[in-house]
């Protein structure tokens, strides 16, 4: 089993070595916890629990001294306090090997001398293993449970280990159940990265899975395609959110390399991610498996083209913009400024474009890696001389309705109103006049680049 071991790790560092990126691999610090209950004396095949857990845990832990930048350590819990007529302890945990280096021998030494005696406390260990991890700005931390039973002092470990990822004080642990009985294994799957170990040969090959996991190296290539199932679409945006605790992963932004493939992403194998992808509107890929020690293709649709706004002539407005949303639903994806190129999803979108009055454009159509133009007419300026302050309105005459466009500003007594062309009317009473048969009313007209005085 030893030189199994040896060979299995010696690879695996060989891989490390030869890391794709180009960039030096993170530090990865695992702690192992070992439940050391009294169910742990218990036959397994060819000894205990405990022995054959022990012994073959040692062996992995020895095997891990030739891979650099992995440390070590070890938690036991219920092997402190013996459980007497009833009488236990649910704080039964003890951080029995700090991380550090050249620590292996520590640790399998003391894995000789553990014995069970207690109960089985997993959410108090996991909440107490957050504070074996020395602060480090650039780690991978990973627990592996290692346990035959489940939580005994009511506890919730699937609480504490969602909180440990969602602080990112953890990834996604590895749990590894020694003969569970199958009715209560769902219970452990909501706690991280779920292996049954049904006997010593089984329990062999999952720990060897496990390590694999936690230290090879894995890349990823996210391929946004286009309406012609090409991956052309780049230069956007992506977050890979934790898919199990929902907290952010990872950000890139897409890039297509010097030989036009999607580049190449560094992305830890643990877990499952939700990718977003923020386009406009953004796209999103669910619970995306990544396998380990390999280069995994994602595969995402993002056809795109652009939208360009522009006007017919000078453009009086100061920072005109446009709110832009999909055919027939009312949320804002994006206020498009004028003369800007932005890029959009392939469909169907609807413009309100903020001049006064306000332009209604629908079914504006986005194809795929073209550029569309939308065109208005230049405005005019009214030049609104009162005389008197008052409560004015001007209104837009729209067939047999007017429709209110702008109210005046009662402290002033002269406005100049950037307004699109067509006809218009000025509905105004002065302050001091206190009856509304003294309300003026004056139609006028807005030509393009022109400026129309209205005065009483």
């Known amino acids: 089993m030893q030189r199994i071991l040896s060979t299995f790790l010696i690879g695996l ?71 007497v007529q009833g009488d236990r302890s649910c704080t039964d945990t003890k951080l029995e090997v700090p991380f550090g280096k050249n620590n292996h ?54 609480a504490v280990s969602l909180a440990l990822q969602r602080k990112g004080i953890v990834l996604k642990p590895f749990v590894i159940g020694l003969g569970l009985d199958p009715s209560i294994m769902d219970a452990f799957k909501c706690i991280g990265n779920f292996y049954d170990a049904r006997n010593e040969s089984t329990f062999k090959q999952v720990l060897n899975i496990v390590i694999s996991q936690a230290l090879n190296n894995t890349t990823a290539q996210v391929n946004l395609l286009d309406i012609y199932n090409k991956p052309t679409e780049t230069n956007v945006a992506m977050t890979f959110y934790d898919a199990f605790s929902g907290v952010p992963r990872y950000n890139f932004v897409h890039t ?19 990718l977003v992808v923020h386009t406009t509107p953004s796209v999103e890929k669910k619970n995306i498996e990544l396998t380990a020690g390999t280069h995994n293709y994602i595969a995402v649709d993002a056809a795109q083209g652009s939208l360009v706004l522009q006007m017919n002539g000078f453009n009086e407005y100061q920072k005109l913009q446009a709110i832009v949303r999909k055919k027939g639903d009312m949320t804002t994806l994006y206020a498009h400024s004028f003369d800007e190129e932005k890029n959009y999803l392939v469909g169907k979108y609807d413009l309100e474009i903020m001049t006064l009055p306000r332009i209604l454009l629908t079914d504006v159509n986005i194809a795929q890696s073209n550029q569309t133009k939308v065109m208005i007419p230049q405005p ?19 067939a047999d309705k007017l429709e209110l466009v702008t109210t005046l500003n009662i402290s002033s007594v002269r406005e100049s109103i950037v307004l699109q062309p067509g006809n218009y009317r000025l509905v105004f009473r002065p302050v001091n006049a206190k009856q509304s048969i003294y309300t003026k009313e004056i139609p006028f007209t807005i030509t ?6 209205v005065k009483f």
Not at 37 to 56: D, F, H, I
Not at 63 to 71: D, G, P, Y
Not at 256 to 274: E, F, Q
Not at 448 to 453: E, L, P, V
């Open 448 to 453: 393009s680049g022109q400026t129309t005085q």
């Open 105 to 158: 021998d520590k640790i399998i030494s003391r894995l000789r001398e553990i014995r069970p005696m207690g109960t089985t406390l997993i959410a108090y260990s996991l909440e107490q293993a957050a504070n074996d991890f020395p602060t480090c700005a650039d780690c991978r931390n990973i627990i592996v449970l290692i346990t035959d039973g489940i939580e005994e002092c009511d506890g919730d470990p699937c």
């Open 380 to 398: 005019g300026v009214a030049s609104i001389g009162m005389g008197v302050k008052g409560y004015g309105s001007v209104f837009v005459e729209k």
């Open 256 to 274: 297509i390399d010097s030989r036009g493939n999607p580049d190449t992403i560094p992305i830890d194998p643990l877990g499952k991610y939700d």
């Open 13 to 83: 560092a060989f891989l490390l070595s030869a890391n794709v990126t180009a960039q030096a691999p993170k530090k990865t610090r695992i702690l192992f916890v070992l439940d050391g209950s009294q169910s742990m004396y218990a036959r397994w095949e060819n000894g205990q629990k405990m022995q054959v857990a022990t012994r073959l845990l040692g062996e992995m832990v020895d095997s891990l001294k030739s891979i650099k930048n992995v440390e070590v350590a070890l938690r036991a819990f219920g092997h402190t306090y013996r459980v």
